[in-house]
């Protein structure tokens, strides 16, 4: 689960490519396990270079009014890409606006055919454990944990794992995960789960709810 959500917050500190330097850009996702924004397995370089064409073309689930309807402004191309990682098939879409550190991520994923296993219990085995409730025990060793710091700084460089927050209210289940420059939501439905990132400006309040906004638009079309 550590490494799950280690994998998770390595993604969320990586840029669009076709973005700008803006820190405000939406992170877009490369290769899952290798500075992704989509949680998935990690898996060798060759699977995930494999040219392939997912089912699901994630650039006609959101129109330029629903992106306008958030962003204030209408996107100006839709760059989609496809990818093999695994036993999944991520497909990926930027909606590239005229201001690029407004730009809107999208990915969907999905297992390809005659894998071995499917989205959904990946999804599982990498929130199911957010949502319980710590135990006694754990409390106690995070306890001791800080107080072996002594309340030190941590080093530079030193950072915690972002962790998800449930959202109510999306899909079948649903988890936003926030940083210092952004954030992403995570949506299940059905045997697959698609996440959002916006970019801009704003707090990490805001672009939950226009992340949540978009997300009702994607579920009305996956």
């Known amino acids: 689960m550590t490494?799950?959500?280690c994998i998770i917050a390595s993604a969320l500190l990586v840029f669009a490519s076709c973005a700008s330097?803006?820190?405000n850009s939406p992170a877009s996702s490369k290769s899952p396990g290798t500075s992704t924004t989509t949680a998935s397995p990690s898996t060798n370089s060759s699977a995930s270079t494999q040219p392939v064409k997912s089912k699901i073309d994630a650039c006609s689930l959101l129109t330029s009014d629903d992106i306008k309807s958030v962003q204030g402004e209408a996107y100006q191309e839709a760059k989609r890409s496809d990818r093999q990682d695994g036993d999944?098939?991520?497909?990926?879409?930027?909606?590239?606006?005229?201001?690029?550190?407004?730009?809107?991520?999208?990915?969907v994923t999905a297992a390809k055919e005659g894998?071995?296993?499917?989205a959904r219990k990946f999804w599982e085995a990498?929130?199911?454990?957010t949502a319980e409730a710590p135990s006694a025990k754990e409390k106690e060793k995070d306890k001791e944990r800080k107080k072996a710091k002594g309340g030190e700084r941590r080093e530079a460089g030193e950072e915690e794992s972002p962790k998800p927050e449930k959202t109510a209210g999306l899909g079948e289940d649903a988890y936003w995960v926030?940083?210092?420059?952004?954030g992403a939501l995570y949506v299940l439905k059905g045997d697959e789960f698609f996440r959002i990132s916006v970019g801009g400006a704003g707090d990490a309040k805001s672009k939950l709810n226009k992340s949540k906004t978009l997300a009702q638009r994607v579920l009305k079309k996956l």
């Not at 999944?88 to 809107?104: D, E, H, K």
């Not at 926030?178 to 952004?182: L, R, W």
């Open 3 to 5: 490494l799950r959500l």
């Open 21 to 23: 330097k803006d820190s």
């Open 88 to 107: 999944f098939i991520i497909a990926q879409c930027y909606f590239a606006l005229p201001t690029t550190g407004n730009s809107v991520v999208l990915n």
């Open 115 to 118: 894998g071995t296993t499917t």
């Open 126 to 129: 990498t929130f199911a454990r």
């Open 178 to 182: 926030g940083s210092q420059i952004g």
